[in-house]
């Protein structure tokens, strides 16, 4: 099993940015592929990008590619979501993920993910 604990989010004004961390519990996070999702009021969950359990395979929404970038350090336990350019519409709980299944690749769907972290609040002001 594996924990995840979500940092980073805050109130930020549109075209400002933010690093959010997902520190993972464990001694096996470099076997799991990672995931960034979000979710605003009266919206489903969505994608938001992924990387592979190395690293060398990147995925992202398109909402957002060219302004959030998707990163780990496997010897930290731990994955990071640098978002830049922030616009309001990017305001959302924002959960990272982790799955062990087919872990050398990223993975879109938030039903391949096995273990969810609390989620960190990101708000962004007009």
């Known amino acids: 099993q594996v924990q995840l604990v979500e940092s980073g989010g805050g109130l930020v004004q549109a075209g400002g940015s933010l690093r959010l961390s997902c520190a993972a519990s464990?001694?096996?996070?470099?076997?799991?592929?990672m995931g960034w999702f979000r979710q605003a009021p009266g919206t489903e969950r969505e994608f938001v990008t992924a990387?592979?359990?190395?690293?060398?395979?990147?995925g992202y929404a398109d909402s957002v590619k060219g302004r959030f970038t998707i990163s780990r350090d496997n010897a930290k336990n731990t994955v990071y979501l640098q978002m830049n350019s922030l616009k309001p519409e990017d305001t959302a709980v924002y959960y990272c993920?982790?799955?062990?299944?087919?872990?050398?690749?990223?993975?879109?769907?938030?039903?391949?993910?096995?273990?969810w972290g609390q989620g960190t609040q990101v708000t962004v002001s007009s």
């Open positions: 464990g001694r096996t996070f470099s076997t799991y592929a």
């Open positions: 990387i592979s359990r190395g690293g060398g395979s990147t």
């Open positions: 993920a982790a799955t062990y299944r087919r872990a050398y690749d990223y993975h879109r769907g938030a039903s391949e993910y096995d273990y």
